[in-house]
């Protein structure tokens, strides 16, 4: 009954409300960089699909011909059980999905951080900022590598991929 009135309403000229999705509203918030629009285009797609790992920002910059994708995720909070097999599986598909939404980027960062904690009253913007989080995994990945490439660089030691090892052993616990 509502979609055939919402049909005639349609049909008879008169506006209808647009309700974003919460995937649209997240990677509109969570977009950055010089190529925001493409950004929020990744976003969109990444947003779609539930991560254990939250992913808290996209990021697109473009200079001349190259075109970089970055996505971070929060390396604390998991939205479920997480194993590091279960973290590189994220980061494979995290990647996987940025390439096919951003077929013109060249490499995708993907990067872990962890919260730092701060005094009261220390500085935290500008020229004196003291840093407030720390990466603890981080990745790049150029256009047409295999997802089993990627899981053997993520893997093998000297492979191209850092991992915080204290992090390692708190986040996954006896899972690594």
Same mark, same amino acid.
Not at 4 to 10: C, D, T, V
Not at 92 to 121: M, N, Y
């Given at each position: !009954?509502?979609? *055939?009135?919402?049909?005639?309403?349609?049909?008879?000229?008169? +506006?209808?409300?647009?309700?974003?999705?919460?995937?649209?509203?997240?990677?509109?918030?969570?977009?950055?960089?010089? $190529?925001?629009?493409? +950004? @929020? /285009?990744?976003?969109?797609? %990444?947003?779609?699909? /539930?991560?254990?790992?939250? %992913? =808290? #920002?996209?990021?697109?910059?473009?200079?001349?011909?190259?075109?970089i994708?970055?996505? $971070?995720?929060?390396?604390?909070?998991? /939205?479920e059980?997480?194993?590091?097999?279960?973290?590189?599986?994220?980061?494979?598909?995290?990647? #996987?999905?940025?390439?096919?939404? +951003?077929?013109?980027? @060249? @490499?995708?960062?993907?990067? +872990?951080?962890?919260?730092?904690?701060?005094?009261?009253?220390?500085?935290?913007?500008?020229d004196?900022?003291?840093?407030?989080?720390? =990466? %603890?995994?981080?990745?790049? %990945? $150029? $256009?047409? @590598?295999?997802? *089993?490439?990627?899981r053997?660089?993520?893997?093998? *030691?000297?492979?191209?991929?850092?991992?915080?090892?204290?992090? !390692?052993?708190?986040?996954?616990?006896? /899972?690594?």
């Amino acid at each position: !009954m509502l979609l *055939a009135a919402a049909l005639a309403a349609n049909a008879s000229g008169a +506006a209808l409300a647009y309700a974003p999705t919460v995937a649209q509203l997240d990677a509109e918030a969570r977009a950055v960089g010089n $190529r925001r629009e493409l +950004a @929020e /285009h990744i976003g969109a797609v %990444v947003f779609a699909r /539930h991560w254990p790992a939250e %992913v =808290t #920002q996209i990021s697109a910059n473009a200079l001349e011909d190259h075109l970089i994708v970055g996505i $971070r995720v929060l390396g604390i909070k998991f /939205h479920e059980t997480m194993t590091r097999p279960a973290f590189v599986e994220e980061v494979v598909s995290l990647v #996987q999905d940025a390439f096919a939404a +951003a077929p013109e980027a @060249e @490499e995708v960062d993907l990067w +872990a951080s962890v919260p730092i904690s701060v005094a009261k009253g220390v500085i935290v913007s500008g020229d004196l900022a003291k840093p407030t989080s720390r =990466t %603890v995994f981080s990745l790049s %990945v $150029r $256009r047409g @590598e295999s997802p *089993a490439s990627i899981r053997t660089r993520i893997d093998n *030691a000297g492979g191209g991929a850092f991992w915080d090892s204290a992090w !390692m052993r708190t986040a996954f616990g006896e /899972h690594v």
